[in-house]
């Protein structure tokens, strides 16, 4: 990766561990350096049980790290306060889950207004910021809907609309086609490449599935906490990269 591009995320030696004493101690996440770089798009990737969502807690602010310090946009996420930190992660981070978290009993509208409205922004600004993240995911047509009356494609397209919605500069997603069909989970990751292209976001996405690492930029493997393997893309096709990270895949676990 070019150095001239800016690090957005930097993870310095953490580390994450359960338990209080040596006896009954876990150590989950060891010693983990990484960085990420702005416009990426990053999958991590590893068996059931190697710290994948612990780490993306970690990276992601949900988690504070046993040792080590994780840096977004030059700043020391640890140092911040409950309250600092809360901030923090409106104004710079989105999320996207495997679940849809959305509130069945608003609109469409509003779910993906939510952030905005809990802070006050003007009804304008909030009309066109929607209509335009809702045009973008195709989805402008639905807006005046109950939530409860989408599909679950639509509602993935939301999430993502909501997370979007105060132009983070990092967009975090845990399994994000989990509980979406083979068609829609294809349409939601050629619409996070296209984000990712266009807006120039940079999204770092953890999954179990082999296809949906295929479409990313870059990849890591995570093995017993510990990073064991990285790779860009480059110019390799999807289906060529696709292969690379199967190969890689069977070759760690065998």
Same mark, same amino acid.
């Given at each position: ?9 930097? !993870?310095?030696?953490? %580390? ?22 702005? /416009? ?14 612990? &780490? ?7 988690? !504070?790290?046993? %040792? ?9 996420? /640890? ?7 809360? =901030?923090?992660?409106? *104004?710079?981070? /989105?999320?996207?889950? +495997? =679940?849809?978290?959305?509130? *069945? ?19 304008? *600004? ?15 047509? #639905? ?5 409860? @009356? ?5 509602? #993935?397209?939301?999430?993502? !609309? ?10 975090? !997603? ?7 069909? +083979?068609?829609?989970?294809?349409? &939601? ?36 906490? @510990?990073?064991? %393997? ?7 096709? @999807?289906? =060529? ?5 199967? =190969? ?7």
């Amino acid at each position: 990766m070019s150095s001239q591009k800016d690090i957005i995320l930097e !993870a310095r030696h953490l %580390t994450k561990s359960f338990g209080l004493y040596r006896t009954n101690r876990h150590d989950v996440i060891k010693g983990i350096d990484l960085k990420i770089y702005s /416009g990426e798009f990053v999958c991590i990737m590893g068996p059931s049980g190697s710290g994948k969502t612990t &780490l993306l807690n970690l990276l992601s602010t949900i988690d !504070a790290p046993t %040792t080590g310090s994780v840096i977004i946009n030059n700043i020391s996420v /640890g140092k911040l306060g409950l309250i600092g930190l809360a =901030d923090f992660r409106h *104004e710079h981070l /989105g999320f996207i889950f +495997q =679940d849809f978290y959305l509130n *069945e009993r608003l609109s469409v509208f509003k779910n993906i207004a939510t952030p905005l409205l809990v802070n006050n922004v003007d009804k304008e *600004e909030i009309r066109h910021r929607v209509q335009d993240i809702a045009y973008l995911l195709h989805i402008e047509d #639905q807006l005046d809907k109950m939530a409860d @009356q989408c599909s679950r494609g639509q509602k #993935q397209r939301i999430a993502v !609309a909501r997370a979007l919605i105060t132009n983070p500069k990092l967009i975090v !997603a845990d399994e994000p086609t989990g509980n979406l069909d +083979q068609k829609n989970a294809h349409e &939601l990751l050629k619409i996070l490449q296209k984000l990712n292209k266009r807006l120039n976001l940079t999204i770092l996405l953890v999954t179990h599935d082999l296809l949906v690492a295929s479409y990313s930029s870059r990849f890591f493997y995570l093995k017993d906490g @510990q990073i064991t %393997t990285e790779f860009e893309r480059g110019e390799l096709s @999807q289906l =060529d990269y696709l292969h690379r990270i199967r =190969d890689c895949f069977e070759d760690e676990e065998s």
